[in-house]
């Protein structure tokens, strides 16, 4: 089982900056990762699939990619962020499947 | 529009078994398949299993084999989700995903949940 590690748990951003999150797989999973948002009291939202390709309605300030050619790293960042940005983020792998795998999150909170 | 509308919340005491239903609409239910997937309070996301409404093939994770079972209803384009012999550490929100046919996907659409509390 692939396991998915995000990095920080929490991060702290004033609005109008920017936030980059981590999400490292314990092996390569090409680049079939998918990346959601979650606000409190509601399902997940899928922004970012394929490493790097925004979901339908997404916003072009939200962006995913990932370095080297292990396809182990990846990074979701959020380029100005906007009051309704904050919220928990889970990175997904769906590469070595089943089962599905996700991180533990990162939640990101108003400076 | 895509939507998947589920049951409602259900209490439960331990033991017991809980059905959940994940109701399809604005797409072909059969071209895609159906993940369910749950959620501790202030837990993080927890993979259970897929179903494919395209062959009715499954697979559940380790942690819920022989526990749960995830079938379809193609002709309300209906997925379900049993778990059986309830635990406390069970309670969480359940979510139903659209989800790949043949094979895990990225989920585009989710259900709004199902809370299941599990408590004697």
């Known amino acids: 089982e692939i396991v998915m590690t995000q990095s920080p748990a929490t991060l702290s951003v004033s609005p109008g900056e920017r936030a980059t999150l981590s999400c490292r797989a314990s092996q390569g999973i090409s680049i079939n990762l998918a990346w959601y948002q979650q606000k409190p009291g509601q399902a997940p939202r899928l922004l970012i699939y394929?490493?790097?390709?925004?979901?339908t309605g997404i916003p072009a300030r939200f962006s995913g990619s990932w370095s080297g050619t292990e396809f182990t790293e990846f990074t979701l960042t959020i380029s100005s962020l906007q009051s309704e940005d904050f919220a928990v983020y889970y990175c997904?792998?769906?590469?070595?499947?089943?089962?599905?795998?996700f991180g533990q999150g990162t939640r990101l909170e108003i400076k | 529009q895509v939507q998947l509308v589920q049951s409602g919340a259900e209490v439960k005491k331990p033991g017991a078994s809980v059905k959940v239903s994940c109701k399809a609409s604005?797409?072909?239910?059969?071209?895609?398949?159906i993940s369910w997937v749950r959620q501790a309070r202030g837990q993080g996301l927890e993979w259970m299993g897929w179903i494919s409404a395209y062959n009715g093939d499954t697979t559940y994770t380790q942690t819920f084999q022989g526990r749960v079972t995830m079938t379809t209803d193609t002709s309300t384009s209906t997925a379900y989700m049993e778990l059986r012999s309830l635990r406390s550490d069970d309670t969480a929100v359940y979510y139903c995903?659209?989800?790949?046919?043949?094979?895990?996907?990225?989920?585009?659409?989710w259900g709004q949940g199902t809370l299941v509390t599990v408590s004697s």
């Open positions: 394929g490493a790097s390709t925004r979901a």
């Open positions: 995903a659209r989800d790949g046919p043949v094979r895990g996907d990225p989920y585009d659409f």
């Open positions: 604005g797409y072909t239910f059969t071209n895609y398949g």
């Open positions: 997904h792998q769906y590469d070595n499947w089943p089962p599905a795998t």
